[in-house]
């Protein structure tokens, strides 16, 4: 099974990017460009997933656009 998420990006005053999903509240991420930025949330959200899984939690997946920034997992 493959979920995926919407990501929302940001920008900070810093120039770092920070990188969460709305639909696994405090699922984020940064990193000190935007591609580091996804990785690391990539990273973060795989075990996030397994978590989830491993106690038994429903994992949403989001409906998602074509041109929106997205996460998939492959757990």
Not at 19 to 28: F, H, K, R, T, V
Not at 55 to 71: I, K, L, Q, R
């Amino acid at each position: 099974m493959t979920y995926t998420f919407k990501v929302s990006l940001q920008e900070e005053a810093d120039g770092r990017w920070s990188a969460w999903i709305d639909s696994l509240p405090g699922c984020a991420a940064w990193g000190y460009t935007k591609d580091e930025a996804l990785e690391a949330l990539r990273e973060g959200t795989a075990l996030f997933v397994e978590c989830m899984l491993e106690y038994g939690e429903p994992v949403p997946n989001d409906e998602v656009e074509a041109f929106e920034d997205t996460v998939a997992i492959h757990p």
